[in-house]
């Protein structure tokens, strides 16, 4: 069984800052990429970011891009997410992700490419 256990979501005002963690544990695991979804109250979940361990690659969307920062340590099954210049419109339920199963931005930037999911972290910003 693995979990994933996601932290550091709150309530900050537009223009601040919150970093997100998620860290995997359980039987032996090894991911080949984990990724940042969001869910806003009635909208679907959609793709924030992901990370790709083959070679440290990364994506994000583009309603994030030079504001959210995703990062990670393999060997530890631990991935962060540094959002800047937050604005009311990222308010949601952040989810991590990861799969064994792809590394391609194509895979990775979907939902279905994930097999293990948190129980997601708040994040509320306020205007």
């Known amino acids: 069984q693995v979990q994933l256990v996601e932290s550091g979501g709150g309530l900050v005002q537009a223009g601040g800052s919150l970093r997100l963690s998620c860290a995997a544990s359980g039987r032996a695991f090894s991911s080949s990429a984990m990724g940042w979804f969001r869910q806003a109250p009635g909208k679907e979940r959609e793709f924030v970011a992901a990370?790709?361990?083959?070679?440290?690659?990364?994506n994000s969307a583009d309603s994030v891009k030079g504001r959210f920062t995703i990062s990670g340590d393999n060997a530890k099954n631990t991935m962060y997410l540094q959002m800047n210049s937050l604005k009311p419109e990222d308010t949601a339920v952040y989810y991590c992700a990861a799969t064994a199963r792809f590394s391609s931005n194509y895979y990775t930037s979907r939902a279905t490419g994930y097999d293990y999911w948190g129980q997601g972290t708040q994040v509320t910003v306020s205007s």
């Open positions: 990370i790709s361990w083959s070679g440290g690659s990364t």
